[in-house]
């Protein structure tokens, strides 16, 4: 198994407080990203990372940001959480994005952390 | 706009019924088509990467394929050790991922 990691696994907070979520890998791989899960929507992606310090949205980041000060640490900030935030939420890693080549990029996903926002 | 449709949402077999899960894309220079497998509670595992229409990959009983326009994941004499959440998802230009809803598999014994 790939090893990722997510911290906390699950979390009860109120509305409007801030609330950051942790992935680690010990895979050096380069890309990370940060999905929510669901039911209806499957998976979608809030953000992702490229490498350190460099970051980009996806489909579904406002309220969401993200920081990766560190090749193995992705964090996920909710700055005010709101109630539509509950969610499961998915770090997933991937090896590289080669733009000559069809390169390697298949995920592997962490646990998962089970976010409830009262 | 990349998308992925997968079908049925839910199948129910028998074990040993063999049968096929669709996923349907339309995505601007395939680089990928993905398969995963994921268990209640759990994040998504990693089974196949396709690249090319033609192209198949076997691993026990399960068997990927993939057309120009659709991927099919054959499940032969499955067990109830297969039932999951299997996902499709594709990467495109953009090298970003899109993934389908999934197809919910149980396998009755």
């Known amino acids: 198994d790939a090893g990722i990691t997510q911290s906390p696994r699950h979390k009860v907070t109120e509305t409007g407080t801030p609330v950051t979520l942790r992935c680690h890998q010990t895979?050096?791989?380069?890309?990370m990203y940060w999905y929510r899960q669901d039911p209806g929507h499957g998976l979608r992606l809030i953000h992702y990372s490229y490498g350190v310090k460099d970051t980009d949205k996806g489909e579904v980041s406002d309220g969401y940001s993200v920081s990766r000060s560190k090749t193995e640490d992705f964090l996920l900030t909710l700055e005010s959480a709101t109630s539509s935030q509950t969610s499961v939420y998915f770090c997933?890693?991937?090896?590289?994005?080669?733009?000559?080549?069809?390169?390697?990029?298949?995920?592997?996903f962490g646990p998962g952390t089970r976010l409830t926002v009262t | 706009e990349d998308q992925v449709t997968q079908s049925p949402e839910a199948l129910r077999l028998q074990e040993g019924e063999s049968s096929s899960l669709n996923c349907s894309y339309t995505v601007s220079g395939l680089r990928g088509l993905f398969w995963y497998r994921q268990d209640p509670g759990k994040g998504p595992e990693f089974l196949f990467t396709?690249?090319?229409a033609g192209e198949e990959k076997e691993k026990e009983r399960l068997k990927a394929t993939l057309t120009k326009k659709e991927s099919f994941l054959h499940i032969t004499a499955p067990k109830p050790e297969d039932s999951a959440t299997y996902l499709c998802a594709s990467v495109g230009g953009s090298y970003i991922p899109t993934f389908g809803r999934g197809t919910s598999l149980i396998v009755h014994p």
């Open positions: 997933a890693i991937s090896e590289f994005w080669d733009r000559v080549s069809r390169g390697s990029y298949e995920q592997y």
């Open positions: 396709l690249y090319s």
């Open positions: 895979e050096n791989h380069r890309y």
